[in-house]
């Protein structure tokens, strides 16, 4: 991450930690930029505020207990007050793709189950039209079948492979990642919807649904700021 970029995204992280309230039930994205968030709610942490953390992935959960963060589960608190994540692209409807690090899955049902989400970006990830990869996550058995009815909604897949682990990627369910070459999406809630309803994928990056509950924060390298929803 170069010094712009790491600026950019400690500045929307440390925006987003502010509008934590005591007692709230916060839900953990993962990615380096919600960890600058969590960096900040521990700071407040140590200065009073009592919080708890539903982390989205093994590694947002060591994180946050790094940082003095209680965590707790859905099973506890189904409805968290707000979940604070990170995303690749974010167009001006936001509508999104997430999943670089292969945690959509949970990152889904946590964000899904808040009762608010704010976005954190670096400009970088901000685009007119959606059109990098949408990463699916796929039961191991349901691999071919998979990857057939993703070429079949005129997408390009291909298995995610590890970077000091040989063969693919397995995430923290124990599947696998196909990366959906979709080219331009100009339809995602139509793309969510056809992935989603493939027999044997658990959940693709494509999040189209909870739109109105939704807030951006696009960090920049002197400042952060909540930017206005497309209608
Ligand atoms: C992980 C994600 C991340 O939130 C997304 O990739 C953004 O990561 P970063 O903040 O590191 O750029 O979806 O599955």
Known sequence: MDETSRFAKKNAGILAADKVKD??????GTGST???AMEALGLRI????????IPTSYQAEFRARSYGIPVTTLCEHPTPDLTIDGADQV???????KGRGAAQTREKVVAYSSKELIIVIDETKQTKVLNTLVPLEVLPFALKPCMDAI???NGMPTIRTGQKKDGPVITDNGNFIIDCDFGEIHEPERVEDKLTFIPGSLSSGLFTK???KTKVIVGH?????FVERKV
């Not at 140590?46 to 953390?53: A, D, K």
């Not at 390298?221 to 700021?225: E, G």
């Open 91 to 97: 167009n001006p409807y936001f509508q999104m793709i």
């Open 221 to 225: 390298a002197d400042k952060a700021v």
């Open 151 to 153: 070429i079949e909604a």
């Open 34 to 36: 919600i960890f600058f």
């Open 210 to 212: 909870c739109i109105s």
């Open 23 to 28: 007692g709230m039930v916060v839900g953990l």
């Open 46 to 53: 140590n200065e009073g505020l009592s919080i708890y953390g």
